[in-house]
């Protein structure tokens, strides 16, 4: 392997802002923000989904609309018709 061309392996600190979950993971991500996180600090990286808060991994059952685009915009703007 040539020196100096790999991007530096460190401890990340993820948060998972749905669930206010926590993750230390090793990563390349490069990031500036950083947080303090049990006494130490960490290079942060917020996520708006992670297994903590995804319904495959929580079981979750959520709704979701079936309606179509064409038949929410007729609803939607019925009473403009001639």
């Known amino acids: 392997m040539r020196p100096n061309i790999h991007p530096e392996y460190?401890?990340?600190l993820f948060h998972d802002?749905?669930?206010n979950a926590f993750f230390l993971?090793?990563?390349t991500i490069q990031t500036k923000q950083?947080?303090?996180y049990e006494g130490q600090e960490y290079p942060y990286v917020a996520l708006d989904i992670s297994s903590a808060s995804h319904p495959?991994?929580?079981g979750e059952v959520r709704q979701i609309n079936n309606e179509g685009r064409i038949?929410?915009?007729n609803k939607r703007f019925a009473?403009?018709?001639r």
């Open 10 to 12: 460190r401890q990340v």
């Open 17 to 19: 802002t749905n669930a």
């Open 25 to 27: 993971i090793g990563s």
């Open 34 to 36: 950083t947080r303090e």
């Open 56 to 58: 495959f991994y929580t």
């Open 71 to 73: 038949a929410s915009f």
């Open 79 to 81: 009473r403009f018709k």
